[in-house]
């Protein structure tokens, strides 16, 4: 990926100073952060099996929460169950979570993270972390803190905002799309 596509975009010429300006400050980062993420993840998976990479994000809710029904975890990750499907067969294959019967409904089963699905979060806690460690070793811890603080509250009121997003009314398409 070039630093043209990782560079901030210009303010447009409307965008007006202060909250405006700012909002469009903030929209233009996090779409940049977005394609670093890409890179950085397109980097890590370099030479690897991404859909295996892709499947260790299921672990994370599966440890931080416990065992849950499949449909469960594919709502908490904001994904189409059939995708989840494909990645939960990767992570049964590999030995990192196993399918236990629900002690609730027989006939359904909860995703079990093993010991060795535990080992590989706790890997990439480690890296991401190392990773972090490495790009702000320059900022004061008020600055870090600050950061952190700011993050929650902004990915707190996003996730709020998703059922209002998901339950708005579809917009049109138009002719030239249908």
Known sequence: MTDSLLAPCAAPPSAPSGRRG???AVSDQLSRLMRVVHALKAAVTAGGDSRERAAHVLLFPLVRLGPQRQSALA???HADPSTVS???TVLVDAGLVQRVADAH???ASQLVVTPAGEEVVAA???E???LFETVTADWSDADLTAFG???ERFVG???DALPTLTAAPSRPTPEKDR
Request: proline share 0%; aromatic share 0%.
């Open 22 to 24: 700012d909002v469009h």
């Open 75 to 77: 709502e908490m990750v």
């Open 86 to 88: 494909r990645h939960v």
């Open 105 to 107: 409904d027989g006939r």
């Open 124 to 126: 990439m806690v480690r």
């Open 128 to 130: 991401r972390e190392a």
């Open 149 to 151: 603080d700011l993050l």
């Open 157 to 159: 009121d996003l996730t």
